[in-house]
């Protein structure tokens, strides 16, 4: 497989994905702002969900392949952004467990992720640490051979309504990164509440508040003060899906707005003959390839087992370059189509409101420039340690 294009069973696989979503998701009634079991139990019998961790229809789920997550978000994002939202937070919000948990954990939890029985989220933001997720505070007490946990979470994918929540909590205080612990905890655990967040564009999402929910030494994912590295692998896998996600939504955007350009005349010419149209149209299209072609590199790498140095950076680069890009294409579609794209029920307008947050979700803008800055310094200063000058 090259990164530049497509193999002919990669070909097959996002028609087939197409197809099935097309046909078999479409009489899923739509659900606001809550978790559409109804359309996950679907997704399951249809062997979309085992596509989250590279299974094949029959197979079970061995661990993630990045490029398989990606052409199945890019995919079903062009037909249903709701069901590729509800495919993506099951795998972010299963894959620590899958990566870390003890086999009995997985067990306990993955069969269902996969068949859409069991509904995951990922707890990590919390109302004092959101970008700088280290100085996360839910607190993890010891408690005989387990611990209790305090604390708020939010903005949590599918909260409060998952059956499972990877949860990362402090177990040593003032050890910012090197003191958190993850934990699978069930959703209906004692102590646990929460409530729904209503978001621009409704996904399920909300608060949690833990007032000693027991955890054991069983739930833990990873080891104990090594999980804030479990929710960062976790990020480098799903941030390039995101990626593809905005990618999807951007080539809708722009096929509508080709197809717009046809028909629609404005003083007595279709629309495309203006050149302003064709550039802006051009400039859509390049950005949305190159979008593409950094989310396919991101995830090839992520695949190939690279460094972990470059699996971050590109991942990054990934989610930060398509996601700034899809929300211009959208703005462009929104402008070239005028007021009609602004009416409710118009795919753009959905999309609109459907593109904003990928650029502040798993790691706002902001955090991949951090993150690709940041690696780019290291690079050099390993290449050249201290000492040597290369402009002197
Ligand atoms: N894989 C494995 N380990 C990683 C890692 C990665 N991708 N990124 C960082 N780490 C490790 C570092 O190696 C370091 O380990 P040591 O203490 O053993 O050296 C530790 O984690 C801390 O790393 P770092 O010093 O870079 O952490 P910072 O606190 O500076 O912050 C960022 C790192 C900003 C990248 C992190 O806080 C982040 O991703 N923030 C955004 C959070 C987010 O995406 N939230 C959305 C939740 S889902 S909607």
């Not at 087939?16 to 097309?22: F, L, S």
């Amino acid at each position: 497989m090259s990164q530049f294009s497509l193999s002919p069973e990669q070909r097959a696989y996002v028609e087939r994905v197409r197809d099935v979503a097309r046909t078999d998701l479409a009489h899923v009634p739509h659900v606001e702002g809550q978790v559409n079991r109804p359309l996950l139990r679907e997704m399951g019998r249809l062997g979309l969900l085992r596509g989250l961790f590279g299974g094949g229809a029959d197979e079970s789920p061995r661990d993630a392949a990045a490029m398989q997550l990606c052409l199945l978000r890019e995919t079903l994002a062009g037909v249903s952004t709701e069901a590729e939202t509800a495919l993506a937070l099951q795998g972010l919000g299963s894959y620590p467990i899958l990566q870390s948990g003890q086999d009995k954990v997985v067990d306990r939890w993955i069969p269902g992720v996969v068949t859409g029985e069991v509904v995951a989220g990922f707890a990590l933001s919390e109302p004092a640490a959101g970008s700088d997720a280290a100085a996360l505070t839910l607190r993890a007490e010891r408690d005989g051979d387990g611990w209790l946990l305090f604390g708020e979470k939010t903005w949590i994918s599918n909260a409060p309504e998952a059956d499972v929540y990877s949860v990362f909590a402090r177990t040593t205080p003032d050890a910012r990164a090197r003191g958190v612990t993850a934990f699978a905890v069930a959703g209906d655990a004692p102590g646990l509440s929460g409530e729904h967040i209503d978001l621009l564009a409704p996904h399920a999402i909300g608060r949690l508040v833990f007032d000693g929910v027991r955890v054991t030494a069983d739930d833990v994912l990873g080891d104990v003060d090594a999980g804030f590295k479990v929710a960062m692998r976790t990020l480098d896998l799903f941030r390039p899906s995101v990626g593809a996600f905005a990618v999807g939504m951007a080539q809708a955007a722009l096929d509508a707005t080709v197809a717009w350009s046809t028909e629609r005349e404005v003083h007595g010419a279709p629309l495309h003959q203006q050149q302003s149209v064709s550039h802006t149209l051009a400039e859509m299209a390049t950005r949305v390839q190159a979008s593409r072609l950094l989310v396919h590199a991101a995830a090839a790498a992520y695949d190939a087992g690279a460094a972990p140095a470059e699996v971050t950076r590109s991942a990054a680069m990934a989610k930060l370059f398509a996601t700034e890009s899809a929300q211009y294409v959208v703005d462009q579609a929104v402008q070239m189509h005028g007021a009609r794209a602004l009416q409710r029920g118009h795919l753009l307008e959905h999309l609109y409101r459907e593109v904003r947050a990928p650029r502040i979700y798993e790691g706002a803008s902001e955090v991949q420039r951090t993150i690709i800055g940041r690696s780019l310094v290291r690079e050099h200063q390993e290449r050249h340690p201290a000492g040597h000058k290369e402009n002197s």
